[in-house]
């Protein structure tokens, strides 16, 4: 469809412009939000036509096809060189791993952008930074270059940092410094794990694909455990993994709701793309070592977050802890080195980024109309917003897995790949279903139904804004159709990861 | 015309001094003073455009030399456009913060000569030449730190300054009385061969360890490296502000030539026993200085103790030792000079604006002027390292020579210079942060304020630098490396 058009390009771009655009308007301030949607609408639009005529299973007419011949193979691909002394190219293209989730970030974003309709404070910078959270991140899922990687991956925090610190909650200063610091520090172990891998290739390229190939004969499996620990917990940090979790409590807590959607929606999901495109096509051996690292911290993030949940009296706070929980599962089903723990995993990703979005946002609904997320100051708000106690079920029930919808898709899968390698030690995530089903359903029940609650002024609480249902009740379709559907997705996913495993017969 | 090819590789100091000797004079004449910074700034812009114009026809390969003690090369080229481009960020940004004051001639005349010295550092080859430029440079800036002689606070800087200064050229001085004493010769690529002759027929190795000490504290002193730092936070919280700023982006620089120049061409020979210890000294630099600056009230002083940090990564390329970490230490001391004088000179405008000088008082600064707002914002994250500035370009250069030397000839001990970088840059984001959240989060006054229109040039071209080195960091990095190659006796150590 796009010939020889830079689509990517053009797409991250997008955004890129329509921030500086946001930030030149001057006293027009009220139009911010308006220039905001068109231009991340459009790139929502572009992507959208990159996924319909996304091939498959590609073969040479593909658009801008490259294949990796044992590396993944991309679709429109671009390659420019960029600072030549040190062999750094500006590389970008989509394969099946990269694209769902490509999608997923333009998509947040748009709706992000309408959920926060409303914003007085500062429009201008609020939304611009939106926008330049979306370059980034559209940036990391796109690009083969790992300086250019790294660029994009710091990229994103800046804009979260602000988004935090100016319209966040009371605790913002001590939240927003926490994010900042404590995953920069995280993406610098993963900076020196890429320098180190660069020089160890031998050969002057940042490109993802070069430095594979040359680790398959220059990676010693000592350099690999060192260098995969480095990217495991560079990657991690962002997942997050227990014990490194505890910047997101609290920067979720304090984030408005927009920012929190795109931080569990797209900032978490980097964490696991970095994994599976870099840390174990790249360094085999390293994983093959840390297997079984990967595996229990995994489990133990999936209890402890559903442990933690039970007991949060912040709705919003649970939500945050059931992401930990939840992202869990994406590295369960990567630890298992299995087709189908992979897919599962990256479907995972997918999943949890149209519910968590839901999720979050049905929390900035509450605490926007009855003016507390605490959950013993609710009770009986279904009677004063009935469509919204409907969307936030529905968005509960997705969570906690009901089949059907789209999160039951990835985790059974996930437990059926923990199956297929680890037989019965299946039984301990499992608990996890159980626990997950109690937290959410009890709080649910705590806040949405019984009697009405006299704790807070329900006078003025009214249903859920139109610019809050579109958002949600678009996602909640999606989570209905992929839920039903989950093929659609799976296909795009299968063949990228059919590649890993390649990767690891010949590697570990 | 045999004195014309003496003077020929002169020259730029020649016109640098017949600016400098010309402006007093023309204080006399104008009754506006900004016109003297124009005049002041006629030979560093026309010096700035022809080193750029001899950088792109690839002319930095060839060296002119003089009587053996100057040589110009790409490594003093690189210096010079550094030392002239500050110049020019500092003259800039001075009419506007001494328009109350007297003698502003010789304050533009004592900058003219600061760079003459300093240019003068980077091309010596021999140990005296260097000397001299040191002293050029170090005389001329405590006079500049103490120009509001009224002012209890800058005379004092300066009476610390000389008092520091004058200690440290003394054991700078006695230490290339040893050297000459056990080699010979004051020529800096001589010592090593004629150390191995033994001309003195003595055993030279603890003199030379003794040498080597004294110059590290000399020049310590200048590079304001741990424990030999703590004039610099006085000195530069005291100086007039653009003053600071030459003094941390500039002054500092130039111990860095004359450190890199004598260990590295001068001492070869005992490297083995001191790349520990600077290794060490590299580590500790950095972090005091982070650490420091973590509790400072003053904008000047955080600023102070941060440029101490970046010393500290500087000070990497040493130990490592390659021409790959020497360009990472000649890139990021470019790319410092930008941010930090960039980042005084915000401070200057806020000074000059009457905001103050305190980190409170950038407490909603960006209500007030959203240029200064903004500018600081990316001066204090490219400090940080954030890509995509130009502070991530040279951090990325320098720390990835220790991961490569450490993988390559080794010592494998060489990557806990990266991690150390990496740590302490991630420490120094949250001051660095914290004046960025006092900027955008917190309130401060609303009255807004105009910023003088040349000052702003000065910020705007110290951000422009800033940014396009970040987004085109190569010719830059070509530049660097030729000038690392000027050090033939290192390995390559490029990828």
Known sequence: MFGSIPIISIIILLPLIGAIATFCLGRYEKYAKWVALSFSLAALVLSVLVAVDFMVEPDGSATGYHEGNGFFDFQYYEE???????????????????????????????????????????PKAYFGLMLILEVGVLGVFSTLDYFVFYIFWEVVLIPMYFLI??????????????????????????????????????????????????????????????????????????????????????????APTAGSVLLAGLLLKMGGYGIIRVSMPTLPEGADAMQLVMAVIAVASILYGAMVCLAQRDLKKMVAYSSISHMGFVLLGFATFTQLGIVAGVFQMFAHGLVTAVLFMMCGVVQHHAGTRMIPSLGGLSKKMPNAATMMTIGFLASLGLPGLVSFAAEFMVFASVYQTWGLWLLVPMIA???????????????MFGPLTENIDTSHVHDINWFEGVPVGTLIALIAIFGVFPLVVFKYIDPAVRIVQVLFAGGG | MAVWNYLESLLPQLVLIAFALVLPALD??????????????????????????????????????MLDLIEVNAFSGLFMLVFLFVGIVVVLGSPEFIR??????EYYSLILLAIVGMTVVAESTDLIALFVGLEIA????????????????????????????????????????????????????????????????????????????????????????????????????????????????????????????????GMILTKTDWEVAIAALAIITMTVGNLVAVSQTSI????????????????????????????????????????????????????????????????????????????MTLFLLSLAGIPPLAGFASKFVLFSSAVSASLDPGPSWLIWLAV????????????????????????????????????????????????????????????????????AGLPSGWP
């Open chain 2, 138 to 265: 170090g005389i001329s800036s405590f006079a500049l730190s103490g120009f509001r002689k009224s002012e209890k606070r800058s005379a004092e800087a300066a009476t610390k300054y000389f008092i520091i200064g004058g200690f440290s050229s003394a054991l700078t001085l006695f230490a290339i009385t040893l050297i000459y004493g056990i080699a010979g010769t004051t020529r800096i690529a001589g010592i090593e061969p004629m150390l191995a002759g033994n001309p003195a027929g003595i055993d030279a190795e603890p003199i030379l360890t003794l040498a080597s000490v004294l110059l590290m504290a000399g020049l310590g002193f200048k590079i304001a490296m741990v424990p030999f730092h703590m004039w610099a936070p006085d000195v530069y919280e005291g100086a007039p502000t653009p003053i600071s700023g030459l003094l941390a982006a500039a002054s500092k620089k130039m111990g860095f030539a004359a450190l890199f120049k004598i260990f590295l061409i």
């Open chain 2, 420 to 487: 150390a970088g990496v740590l302490n840059s991630a420490l120094s984001l949250y001051y660095y942060a914290r004046v960025i959240k006092y900027m955008y989060m917190d309130k401060g006054l609303e009255t807004t304020v105009k910023v003088p229109p040349i000052l702003t040039v000065a910020i705007l071209f110290a951000v422009v630098m800033v940014v396009g080195i970040g987004i085109f960091p190569d010719p830059f990095v070509e530049a660097c490396r030729t000038a690392a190659e000027a050090f």
């Open chain 2, 300 to 375: 000047k002083r955080m600023l102070a103790y941060s440029s101490i940090a970046q010393a500290g990564y500087i000070l990497i390329a040493l130990p490592v030792g390659t021409q790959y970490a020497l360009a990472g230490g000649l890139f990021h001391i470019l790319t410092h000079a930008f941010m930090k004088s960039g980042a005084f000179m915000v401070v200057a405008a806020m000074g000059a604006v009457a905001i103050g000088e305190r980190l409170e008082d950038f407490k909603g600064l960006n209500k007030r002027s959203p240029i200064l707002a903004l500018t």
């Open chain 1, 80 to 122: 420019y060189s960029w600072i030549q002394s040190l062999g750094i190219r500006y590389i970008v293209g989509l394969d099946g791993i990269g694209l769902p989730l490509f999608l997923l970030t333009t998509l947040l974003t748009t709706l992000s952008i309408l959920f926060s309709w409303d914003t007085k404070h500062r």
């Open chain 2, 100 to 105: 109350a004051d007297r003698n502003q001639g």
């Open chain 1, 433 to 447: 279903v159980a626990v997950t089903a109690g937290y959410y359903l009890w709080a649910l029940q705590r806040s």
């Open chain 1, 165 to 254: 610190g100016v319209w966040g909650g009371p605790r913002k200063d001590y939240a927003a410094i926490k994010f900042f610091i404590y995953t920069h520090i995280a993406s610098l172990a993963m900076l020196i794990a890429i320098m180190a891998m660069y020089f160890q290739s031998g050969i002057n390229s940042f490109g993802m694909e070069d430095i594979w190939r040359a680790g398959l004969s220059e990676f010693g499996r000592t350099f690999q455990i060192v260098a995969f620990a480095a990217t495991f917990f560079g990657f991690g940090v962002k997942l997050p993994m227990v014990p490194f979790h505890t910047w997101l409590p609290d920067a979720h807590v304090e």
């Open chain 2, 28 to 65: 006399y004449l104008f009754k506006d003073k900004r016109v003297l910074a124009l005049v002041a700034l006629v030979p560093l812009v026309s010096l700035v455009v022809l080193l750029v114009g001899w950088l792109f026809l690839d002319a930095w390969t060839v060296s002119t030399s």
